[in-house]
């Protein structure tokens, strides 16, 4: 019984991490480095697109890579010691939730999609790397980074489908991914309307 009971914890204390780690306001912490809130810039948004847009590549990057770690460690670590896909599922899920509705900024985050690419990094690799690449394909040619990041929203969402992994991560998945499009409803009617900023 006690056993059974320090897993329980152990595993509401990791959740609980997770979500902190997740709700780290990276964008706006880079902001405030450089003496500005990125949250009366540009897009208005606390996400690396924003950043890179008003601080330049370097700081967007920075912000990138650290919001994809949010998402990849926290979700490496947890699948190398548990098996069960629900509890792989709510340390990941739990740290996009954190990133979207950050704890640090009245739960007004940002759109969840680099700490996404960081979680379904370690769950189903294969399939975000395609996404990647169909991403980067997209911002090259249009210049878009919202165009690219549905688009390959969707072709993660298709190619996991049909991939072989457990289908627990496939309901994910697709949580996620109209989770992302929801996130992006403003991007999708700027671009609508022709004014969504290019890169």
């Not at 890179?52 to 990057?61: A, M």
């Not at 340390?91 to 979680?119: E, M, R």
């Amino acid at each position: 019984m006690l056993i059974k009971y320090n897993k329980i914890m152990m595993i509401l204390i990791l959740c609980i991490l997770s979500y902190l780690i997740g709700s780290i306001p990276t964008a706006y912490i880079i902001g405030k480095l450089n003496n500005i809130d990125i949250r009366n810039y540009g897009s208005k948004n606390i996400g690396a697109t924003n950043v890179y847009r008003i601080l330049g590549k370097k700081w967007g990057s920075v912000t990138f890579i650290i919001d994809f770690l949010k998402g990849f460690i926290p979700t490496y670590l947890v699948m190398k010691y548990y098996s069960s896909p629900y509890i792989i599922i709510s340390v990941g899920g739990l740290t996009i939730i954190g990133h979207i509705f950050t704890l640090f900024l009245n739960f007004k985050g940002g759109k969840g999609v680099a700490t996404s690419t960081g979680v379904f990094m370690v769950i189903s690799p294969k399939t975000i790397i395609i996404a990647l690449i169909v991403f980067i394909t997209v911002v090259s040619i249009f210049r878009y980074v919202s165009l690219a990041t549905l688009v390959a929203t969707a072709v993660f969402l298709s190619t996991s489908i049909i991939s072989n992994i457990e289908v627990e991560f496939k309901y994910m998945i697709g949580v996620v991914s109209v989770i992302i499009y929801i996130t992006h409803i403003s991007n999708i009617k700027r671009l609508m309307k022709g004014e969504e900023l290019k890169v």
